[in-house]
């Protein structure tokens, strides 16, 4: 069994201390979050709560601590709980900054600390699958990879300000996918939009996006985002190699369809937001965490992992400003996986 | 090039006209109807126009005919045709009454005469195909057949007094098929149902219902039946069998799919009718009848189908008369095909 | 919070006693089983092991009690049950005989005892969704119901011996859903099959059926059962009305599709069986209970919905060995819900 | 009745040729190719033959031409035409030099030529449908566009070498529906890739593509493109709008899906290629050429619409060299249609 503190009692915390609490291999002992009262939420679960991370990380009854508190907060929740031997399961982004999440990840490789990134769509079922049947041969070598996510609303524009941006806020799980089915990226061409809402342009930030990616194999990636989805979230990934294709499709709540006088086979909307569509994902998600910590299987997807995304979110970026391709800084690395 | 009359030149025999104009290997010589001008409606594909059925068969341009005129006058017309050593494609039914259909039987195999029934679906790329693999074994041996086939709307009352009844005159397609896919029909339950036209009812019809046929093979067939279906042409089937099912499921005109904030991968309606659902199966059926005139090939559907088919026809009649299993007529031979 | 008993700690009551143990609502304070140990593998969810369900019903903990226990054992327990107060959540079906089942039904109502029975497939958020919408309109008036229920293989041939053979044991569910969708049934039409496994014809039972069901509305229900079937748990109800159709399809663990040189849009196998299919309607079967004991709603699907299923299945079973449509006996009460 | 001449008896020129021919608005009249033998293939559909263009332009009984012939005569064909007041329908691309194609946009305009260019997607009945729902608001403002268009398999070098290049023969389709979705476009962003033909990279050309294309609204393209494809002819399009999203999807053959132990709804390859997939476009855009050659709507896609794609063309040849983000010239006119 696993002693397992979680840090950070918000909407991503709560997933985690659920899942924790529900696992027959791990126990969740504490949780943490400086909001009075937020920790104690999480209590139904059997833990104790605080209100300072460092306690936490001291405990003789935390193994391992997942990171769910506000981005500044990651490397150095990070590199503490690599000093003391704890593993840790951080959430996505490591850092806003590439140079300081490359310090972060020196230093934990240094100490070859127990380091996993929280890029869950790794684990979601059809896409893991998608990826592993790519692996086996089934549609040959990739040539052309599509991925299509699209959020059913806006965050509120004060979230924006503070999320570093589309790139790094929401594509980055499509940049971390994208290292994930194509490799080292090599160049990457960003063009943004604002269609969605006047106040995240006004903020300076992008509300939809496209991105192109060439790999270093050849393969191009095409990323497609919005922040804004009428028909809900819609997660979709396309594999096209030398012998076929691989489609995640969309999924649904339930499984009627109607067929009326105007139209047939209407299917309900597609699920809602993350919370559904990955719920399984962020399960198998944290078995795989606890796996590693038991020399299991590797701690993947890695801080490098991390890294590699961040880097192409910058390229992004500045693409997306300049019109120019540019080329990622040190996120050349073959991804884990 | 085999020169063809066609007789009857209402809704049918329109389209057999074009398709035959159409071939490459057959040349449209003669349409006769009564109706003075219906024949010449259809000249525009070149043919002469007559009035008289009797005038056709007998021409030295014609050297098969295609019988799409009223039902009574099918079996008149068979013989004749096969008296002089005309080739005959016949629209289904062969006729109302199963003693004079087998009395036309016998008379056509003692001149060894060549007749083909149009049962279309036979043709349909889809059924056939769906057929092709059960017998290449791909689902195993069949166990549970299901058609549903359902008319967009119900025809007028005037129409229904004529035509034999909804057994006869529209499951007749269903029966021919269930031949087709499971052979020989040892038992037939069927429940008729008034929930329509109440014009239908008090005209002793049933204008929706439910058959199932025991095959003497074991397998069970279950046809379901509506003369009105709000969102189009339901025409579908199901075999299942030991290994698997193949379905042959609705068509539509387009693959356009609309995402809402309501629902999700919307359809447009299925096809319209059968003049757009079975167009291409028409054009098939002409083909393998020209090609077997040819020597390519059987008549078939043979006239021993149409008879087989009005044997369901008429047991499921009774059955939904007397709420009794009925054993159907002498229509326990193999389909051919 | 209602303490519950669960009485039988077979693959079912595993089900019921995780499902209770997870709920907010209610506390697993009793498991259990005649085996020796049985109940006491359940004991992870906290609760006590029994080897006597007297104990268990008597207990001051056990406000209501979840029937898993042998068929033979569930008139018993439910009568036991309901004469010191306790709600009973019991298994289907009430029992093989359908003689006692009534008069258990008859004793229930004059204690006013609460009984629900579990026919979990009316809670599957698919078909329930079905059913909402169809009593909302969307279609119009039912006219005909198809329901496909497959199993992915047959069970034991010792176990068919003693399950009251495929109408009680496997097609009472569907008999459940015709209730339920079509309200009372006045006619029962049947065909069994032997297709699949000889040493179940050799017990004298069917191994695949057809059934017919006429409703005093003019609606004909449709039932296809088969206790194998190659590509997992084929579980489907189409719902056809004046204005339309609702469809209830398959479900798929994943929406991976794959396309290759020689098909497209492969899918996964359709989920494996009733325990992946229908987790969530366990789940929202037992909190429609918990609920109905708090005085929010009914105790539906009741004792009078399981009898009415019960003398469907005798119905069925007369008529598949006679061929004769048969009337059910008392089973023509409107279905709760 | 129009009296039409096709010029070029090639593969298009015979679809072209036997849509004249059974169109009863037009009356195929000449054929025209300079291989001798090659138009007179065609006179099974009546019309004469000739081995030199200017005797058919100059044909009285020619009033409208269709040139299927090379691209580099298709710009002197349509100024022959033009000068002699004969109704042009001219297949793309104009020319493989925009400057070349520019001039004679200004001499047909100048000459109040009748003048359409063969774009025949925009006529399939599918994705004119789709573009048509999005003109009626069905989702609202259009903010992203996606195309997939692959082919089955790779032209021969040979082919490549004269066809101007992968942007100019393949994507222009693409580009013309980018156009007519999108409206101006102002900037073009694209990834050229080598990974189907080692010798098509020999020849200096791309064998896939990736392209984004911004327009002057805020909305985004992406056309993905690939020479080969292991499952047929891919055709598809999403229009995503502030509403909902329209897809126009891929086409099959037959609706007959495959259940098995391994897998369930497996449908039949996507349609083969251009010839099948595209046949009804063809056919539909002809009937709009005759319609505007009497009166009944414009000359649409028009030869401006021609030119506009060329600019695209040679934009994303330039940003696939330079990477860097490139502006067309002169191809801002908002699309007819």
Redesign the interface.
């Known amino acids: 069994m696993l002693n397992i503190g979680v840090i950070g009692a918000g909407r991503i915390g709560a997933i985690h201390a659920a899942n924790v609490a529900a696992s027959p291999k791990a126990r969740l002992t504490w949780v943490c979050d400086p909001v009075p009262g937020a920790a104690a939420r999480l209590a139904e679960f059997g833990a104790r709560a605080s209100l300072d991370p460092a306690e936490v990380i001291a405990a003789d009854d935390v193994d391992a601590i997942v990171v769910c508190s506000p981005t500044p907060t990651h490397v150095g929740l990070i590199l503490a709980g690599v000093e003391i031997g704890k593993a840790v399961l951080c959430e996505k982004p490591v850092d806003l900054d590439s140079d300081r999440a490359r310090e972060c990840q020196q230093a934990v490789e240094a100490a070859a600390g127990k380091v996993m990134i929280g890029f869950n769509r790794r684990f979601d079922?059809?896409f893991a699958?998608?990826h592993a049947?790519l692996r086996d041969g089934?549609?040959?070598?990739i040539?052309?990879l599509?991925i299509?996510s699209?959020d059913p609303s806006a965050p509120p524009v004060s979230y924006i300000a503070q999320s570093g941006g589309i790139f790094r806020d929401m594509t980055i799980h499509d940049f971390d996918m994208a290292n994930f089915f194509l490799g080292p990226i090599e160049?990457v061409?960003a063009?943004g939009?604002?269609?969605v809402d006047p106040q995240i342009a006004e903020a300076g930030d992008s509300d939809?996006a496209?991105v192109?990616l060439?790999a270093a194999s050849?393969?191009?990636g095409?990323i497609?985002n919005?922040r804004?989805?009428?028909?809900?979230y819609?997660q979709r990934l396309e594999a096209?190699?030398?012998?076929?294709?691989?489609?995640?499709?969309?999924?649904?709540?339930?499984?009627?369809?109607?067929?009326?006088?105007?139209?047939?086979?209407?299917?309900?909307?597609?699920q809602d937001f993350f919370l559904q569509r990955y719920a399984e994902a962020y399960r198998l998600e944290l078995d795989a965490f606890i796996e590693a910590v038991a020399g299991n299987g590797e701690f993947s997807p890695s801080l490098a992992d991390g890294v590699a995304a961040l880097a192409l979110a910058d390229a992004a970026l500045e693409s997306s400003k300049t019109?120019?391709?540019v080329a990622p800084v040190g996120g050349i690395a073959e991804a884990t996986g």
């Open positions: 079922p059809t699958q998608v049947r089934e549609i040959g070598k040539e052309q599509t299509v699209r160049t061409l063009l939009q604002n269609v939809a496209v192109l060439k050849g393969a191009v095409t497609i919005s804004r989805c009428a028909y809900g819609d096209f190699g030398s012998l076929g294709m691989l489609e995640g499709r969309n999924q649904h709540a339930t499984s009627v369809a109607l067929s009326t006088s105007t139209f047939s086979q209407a299917a309900n909307r597609v019109g120019l391709a």
